[in-house]
């Protein structure tokens, strides 16, 4: 089945730590997408890319870092300089642009103590 | 900039009753509309979404949204609901073109017996 796979569900880290969330597309999609969510904020866009070896920040960026080396892993990696990291962490990805449905995964709650 | 108001945090309706939820938009030109639904710990589902044509559209699990252009307006809607249609809804908007969904902060759908 194709779909988007992110793991793993539940994170959790120290303070301080690197920590990277995986996210594997088997839909051939150009596009592919981080959000946060957090309650009462809906989501917020991280970074995106639209085609392999580039991506770009979006709203809420800072403390975030991502590669697209592969077309179908978009791997986000939430640094030491985040400075509230807990929250519920979604990758999705489209055809090309978000004007096309966009498919999500089932998220990775990442919890830092 | 665009946004998204949904300006009801939590609605609860009784199981086999009608349902609205509203969304209001702020966007320069005809924006592309979408609602997601979202169960518990999980990611994303595409109910529906409107690009351009008839105003009214259909989607899946009996739901339908209209675009009001003169109200900027994109209420979903359901005739009928199921206990478990009980979740949260989302309700996006996105400009043509490849650029960032912008998301409104969810309403939270209470079913009661």
Known sequence: DGGITQSPKYLFRKEGQNVTLSCEQNLNHDAMYWYRQDPGQGLRLIYYSQIVNDFQKGDIAEGYSVSREKKESFPLTVTSAQKNPTAFYLC????????????????????VV | AQSVTQPDIH???????????????????????????????????LLLKYFSGDTLVQGIKGFEAEFKRSQSSFNLRKPSVHWSDAAEYFCAVGPTGFQKLVFGTGTRLLVSP
């Open chain 1, 92 to 111: 999705a990805s489209s055809i090309e642009g978000m004007n096309t449905e966009a498919f999500f995964g089932q998220g990775t709650r990442l919890t």
């Open chain 2, 11 to 45: 609605i609860t309706v009784s199981e086999g009753a009608s349902l609205e939820l509203r969304c209001n938009y702020s966007y320069g030109a005809t924006p592309y509309l979408f609602w997601y639904v979202q169960s518990p710990g999980q990611g994303l589902q």
